[in-house]
């Protein structure tokens, strides 16, 4: 519970310090984007904020010290399988494109750490892609590669 809730401090006085930061960055008094630069940075900070202020509150509420297990042997395969996956990915991203590459890379991540449902895992990369595609081209207007789809 202690180092818990340590941790839980350190990630709110980081969140604190980080939102200092970006409530510091320069926004343009003329503009015609829908947000600024310091949306994302604050929308970060406020989420780190959050999730430091949860993780306290869940060491808060522990009873007592949980022993912590013997750490398990790496699997190494599923190690290097994942390297391998993100070089491809890596190489791929600006020829192939954002959408298909992102896409093929989180259904292959999935498989690599042992998930089966491959529907589940088509359907949730492909929308996942999608999402964050649409909130960078629409929302913040920064376009990512289109690849062979441009």
């Not at 180092?3 to 003329?30: K, Q, R, S, W």
């Not at 999935?110 to 589940?120: D, E, K, T």
């Amino acid at each position: 519970m202690k180092h818990d809730f340590l941790v839980a401090i350190c990630v709110v006085l980081f969140a604190i310090a980080y939102l200092i930061g970006a409530l510091m960055i320069n926004e343009p008094n003329t503009s015609y984007s829908a947000v600024g630069p310091r949306f994302l940075p604050i929308f970060i900070g406020v989420g780190m904020f959050l999730s430091g202020v949860w993780l306290g509150w869940q060491a808060w509420r522990k009873k007592s010290d949980a022993k912590i297990d013997a750490l398990e042997e790496m699997e190494w395969r599923t190690w290097g399988a994942c390297v391998i996956v993100l070089l491809g990915y890596i190489l791929a991203f600006e020829t192939v494109g954002y959408l298909i590459t992102t896409s093929v890379f989180l259904f292959l991540q999935a498989r690599v750490f042992g998930s089966r449902a491959w529907l589940r895992d088509l359907v949730v990369s492909v929308a996942l892609t999608a999402l964050v595609y649409f909130f960078f081209n629409g929302l913040l207007k920064v376009g990512l590669p289109k690849g062979i789809l441009g």
